[in-house]
DNA sequence: TAGATTGTTAATCGATTAACAATC
DNA sequence: TAGATTGTTAATCGATTAACAATC
């Protein structure tokens, strides 16, 4: 997840288009190719040159040759390192019903560095089951389990009415991190990390650039 | 969603933090709250108190009263109003599997003015198959279907190998709004909205910010 | 009245984009 | 060499925050 000398004041838009990066520059490579310019980058996706070099002087060590790019190899690897791809960090899921299914379900987390090891829910008929190999306990363990496991990133996927109380629970067992996918605003201490996944903000940015577009054409 | 009055240039950033204050300013009045100042709403919110008075400036028409603050009612009419939760728009799912099944038992849409009227998957065995009241259909029917009922708006919860191929389908239907859930960037025309709910994204921005304070405390 | 709160103008901050010399 | 591309400094843009008079 990132070691102490990479914690320099990168911005969150920066880091935010790694991943983005990361897919497209793996794209490349499976295509055979070796070296690409940042304009090319920008270009295919449609972002700005001067950008896609600040971003990458940013998290690589290795500079670009004028008139040919930078490795494709390096690029990865940099990106790997600097978002922790290599080294995986646990987290619990609270939360056992569609949405945590899914996620649950979603095997692409450990090529995030994500290892989902507990999942928790309060319905007594998921108790005990198990959900694409993560076990599913009673959230009354919640605190004590995630302690012992010594989790730091906690993911919610239960209603909004619930999503506060869980997020004390977390917090209340160690957890530094929260992945909230619940349509809830959190109280929280300074401390702890929080990232909202607001499907409501979303859909609603979505809507009105789609209600723009049709406007404009009328 | 929205109509032309209102399509001013309202920043990203406004729109989005709309949803959380209608959530919260539910709440209050539900808790039998009747007036709501925009200190408090910020407090709460963890948010500046001017960008609260600005972003309210943005949506409503009517004026806060100096000691007393806003009307609640107000706020949530103008809210709703504004993001276009009134009347719901029609959208159509791709994708059957574990997201995509979420997404479709998410009952929560038609209250953000989404209505799922069909849903997509080339899998035979799902097809045919409802999920939570939507009807799965082949893939191969997508373009005619869409076109047929008309839809605006199109989900992608397939996976990343498969994205771009839904997205030309959707807009060769056309569809003028794409939500892409796939771990994939799309090349769209630019008359096409687009809002990528990038995972790897989030959780990179939240392990920096968790890593930040780790570090911090060291 | 006194004081909390609004609405608005100005200042700051952060991120993006433009300009351009250096270089392979 | 000529030209594409890098890396960096300066300019622009957009959003947040500070300051403050108006007012209920």
Redesign the pocket.
């Known amino acids: 997840m990132g070691n102490g000398k990479e914690i320099t004041?990168v911005?969150?838009?920066?880091i935010?288009?790694l991943p983005a990066y990361l897919r497209y520059l793996k794209d490349k490579e499976s295509a055979g190719e070796k070296t690409?310019?940042?304009?090319?980058?920008?270009e295919d996706l449609r972002?700005?040159?001067?950008?896609?070099?600040?971003?990458?002087?940013v998290i690589?060590s290795?500079?670009?040759?004028?008139?040919?790019?930078?490795e494709i190899r390096d690029l990865i690897e940099d990106i790997n390192k600097f978002l922790g791809y290599d080294n995986v960090t646990d987290a619990v899921l609270v939360g056992a019903g569609g949405l945590g299914r899914a996620l649950a379900g979603y095997g692409g987390f450990k090529n995030y560095g994500l290892n989902i090891v507990a999942a928790f829910d309060k319905n007594p008929e998921l108790v005990g089951k198990s959900l694409n190999g993560v076990q599913v306990f009673d959230t009354k363990e919640l605190p004590k389990l995630v302690r012992r496991l010594n989790v730091l990133i906690g993911i919610i996927a239960v209603p909004g009415s619930e999503a506060q109380e869980v997020a004390d629970e977390l917090v209340a067992g160690g957890v530094r991190a929260i992945w909230n996918f619940a349509p809830a605003h959190l109280i929280l201490p300074p401390d702890i990390a929080v990232k909202n996944e607001d499907m409501a903000a979303s859909l609603a940015i979505l809507s009105k650039r789609l209600a723009e577009i049709l406007y404009e054409e009328k």
């Open positions: 004041n911005s969150k838009a920066t935010g288009r690409i310019s940042s304009t090319a980058i920008a972002l700005n040159a001067v950008q896609v070099r600040k971003d990458i002087a690589s290795v500079a670009g040759k004028p008139k040919l790019g930078f």
